[in-house]
């Protein structure tokens, strides 16, 4: 072993609990990159400019090798992503699950506040600007589904005051 391995070779294992919570701070400190863009630019700015990027980087998301020779246009496609997030990947608050879904639509249910939101609340953002962090936040899944020829739209956010989940409808794209 080098001694650059030695150096980034802290551990050679890790337990379920401290995989997961490497990436729910991975997703905080993300959740951090967007809201300090927020802070220091202006809103119209960070308005277009926010939403364009983060509709470019979930049409990234989609090229996923796991999306190849799925059927476009397939509410369950995308639904089976989500939920499979359930592993390792999701943030312990976040339990994600199917309600309903047929060929036309699925609708999700993420239990809990999610990590992008528990980040913003770190920075002690106004619950206003943790809603507004969030819409923009969601064009990431918008651009997700329009690559899969879908089209997703919240229903309500845990950023809502008195809601402790999120709905997330995922529907055919017939434009």
Known sequence: MTEQEMKFNKKDTYTYDEVRRM????????????GFFYKVMPRELFDEYGKKALFAY?????KNPMFEGCQMGSPKVM???LVSTN??????????SCLEQ???????LMDGKCALVQGWEQMGLSQQ?????CE???YGDFGHCSSLGLKGK???????????YCKFLVEKDNA
């Open 79 to 81: 639904a089976d992503f």
């Open 136 to 138: 923009i936040a969601s």
């Open 87 to 96: 592993g390792v990947s999701a943030t312990p608050a976040i339990g994600i």
């Open 154 to 164: 919240w229903l309500c956010t845990s950023t809502e005051p008195g809601c402790t």
């Open 102 to 108: 047929d060929g036309d639509h699925a609708l999700l």
């Open 58 to 62: 979930g049409e990234f998301k989609a």
């Open 23 to 34: 990436i729910e701070d991975a997703m905080m400190d993300r959740a951090r990159y967007l």
């Open 129 to 133: 600007e943790v809603a507004y962090l």
